[in-house]
């Protein structure tokens, strides 16, 4: 009797680059180089490296060792979760890669670490190779990932140093690394920025094929320029007008932690936001406590609606439908959700905004600062707001030909 091994078909299907192989006949051969090589390998690649990390119980003073008490200190827990598991991607790419003599660098002493090393693994690192069937090696770059990487394990490093000062030294390789966002010679690629007219058309065809919460979401993404993220993972009924603060919005910033309130009112009682303000209200008369953005559509109503976000904090099905709104508004495919938020920010530069006045409307301030600008930050906002939506409407008029060119 011969043994055999042979991967998941959905796996090889999915990219598993585990081959059918032939065990021989013994039978504890064939065992031992499941249990120990192939079926870990198949676990690496179905937990995208997650389950080799590190080992069980890691050399004290290791790069392993280092990432255990990073994420065992309380800088670790303060992360959202999907910051977590990039986290931990991340330091797995460094601590698992082989070097010369085959050890994985996460097993060398944090005491033997240089600058030089780090740069080489960087360097290592930054490039994979690929052979086709035909023989043909195919070498990607992979910057973004890897610079992301070397981020988390200067962050590790930092937060090692001030919890285990005695073992971690002071030096921090991965510091001041000159880390690159693209290739020389690469040309900056541009974020794709919605109009105010293809903002339009989204809500429009959202509308057509009964995707109503997302049309009011990217509504929400224009004006409070909020990141998707927060838009349908953060967002609570009881954030909008509570009845402490019917006048305002509360609008939390998962990124940086950062809250703030939003007026909704101008110092005369006008509204700053109707269309957006009306839809909200409607949303918070018929939906029970929780996330604002919920599947409603008819096609997938349910006794309660979930929301977009799934519990993993994933948004693909929300993009995936994102994609076949904008292919229903006939707009730009490459256009996504986030573009609306880039619109709005867009809007306001074109409004004239100071800088102060778009950082209070993006957030982009330290929590210290906040409570020394609070009064200031609510005036800038009102101010923006009436600017943004008078350049909405020179911008309308002058397309319709009623006010002359400014030129």
């Known amino acids: 009797m011969a043994y055999y091994f042979a991967p998941p078909t959905w796996a090889r299907r999915q990219g598993c680059d585990l081959h059918p192989e032939a065990l021989g006949t013994d039978y504890f051969r064939a065992v031992e180089r499941v249990e120990k090589i192939l079926l870990p390998a198949f676990e690496s690649w179905r937990s995208r490296g997650l389950s080799d990390m590190t080992p069980v119980t890691p050399e004290p003073g290791t790069f392993d060792?280092?990432?255990g008490i990073y994420q065992a200190h309380q800088k670790w827990s303060e992360l959202e979760i999907t910051t977590q598991r990039q986290y931990t991607r991340s330091l797995s790419l460094?601590?698992?890669h082989r070097l010369?003599?085959?050890s994985r660098a996460g097993s060398k002493q944090l005491s033997d670490f240089t600058k030089a090393f780090v740069d080489a693994v960087y360097g290592k690192l930054l490039v994979v190779t690929r052979v086709k069937s035909n023989g043909e090696v195919i070498a990607r770059e992979r910057r973004r990932y890897v610079n992301v990487a070397m981020s988390s394990c200067r962050r590790a490093w930092f937060v090692g140093q001030r919890a285990q000062e005695k073992i971690v030294p002071a030096s921090n390789p991965f510091s001041r690394m000159g880390l690159k966002s693209r290739a020389p010679g690469q040309p900056i690629r541009p974020t794709p920025t919605a109009t105010w007219d293809e903002l339009v058309a989204f809500r429009a065809a959202a509308k057509r094929l009964d995707y109503r919460s997302i049309a009011t979401a990217a509504l929400l993404s224009w004006e409070w320029l909020q990141r998707e993220q927060h838009v349908f993972g953060a967002f609570d009924i009881s954030h909008y007008r509570p009845a402490e603060r019917p006048n305002s919005v509360r609008i939390v910033h998962p990124k940086n932690g950062e809250e703030a309130w939003w007026p909704l009112f101008d110092e005369t009682g006008v509204p700053l936001f109707p269309e957006l303000m009306a839809e909200l209200d409607e949303i918070k008369k018929t939906s029970l406590p929780g996330l604002v953005f919920r599947r409603t559509h008819a096609h997938r109503s349910s006794a309660i609606p979930l929301p977009w976000i799934t519990p993993r904090k994933?948004?693909?099905y929300l993009r995936s439908v994102?994609?076949?709104?904008?292919?229903?508004?006939?707009?730009?495919?490459?256009?996504?959700f986030t573009s609306f938020r880039h619109g709005g920010?867009?809007?306001?530069?074109?409004?004239?905004l100071t800088?102060?006045?778009l950082r209070a409307a993006g957030r982009h301030r330290s929590n210290r600062q906040l409570p020394t600008y609070a009064k200031r930050t609510g005036k800038q906002l009102?101010?923006?707001?009436?600017?943004?939506?008078?350049e909405r409407t020179r911008s309308l008029l002058f397309r319709l030909n009623v006010i002359p060119s400014p030129e």
């Open 345 to 352: 920010f867009t809007e306001g530069a074109d409004s004239d």
């Open 65 to 67: 060792w280092l990432i």
């Open 355 to 357: 800088d102060a006045e």
């Open 100 to 102: 010369k003599d085959g």
């Open 382 to 390: 009102i101010t923006a707001t009436k600017k943004r939506r008078e």
């Open 94 to 96: 460094f601590a698992n």
């Open 314 to 316: 994933d948004l693909r």
């Open 322 to 336: 994102v994609k076949k709104i904008v292919a229903e508004a006939g707009i730009r495919q490459e256009l996504s």
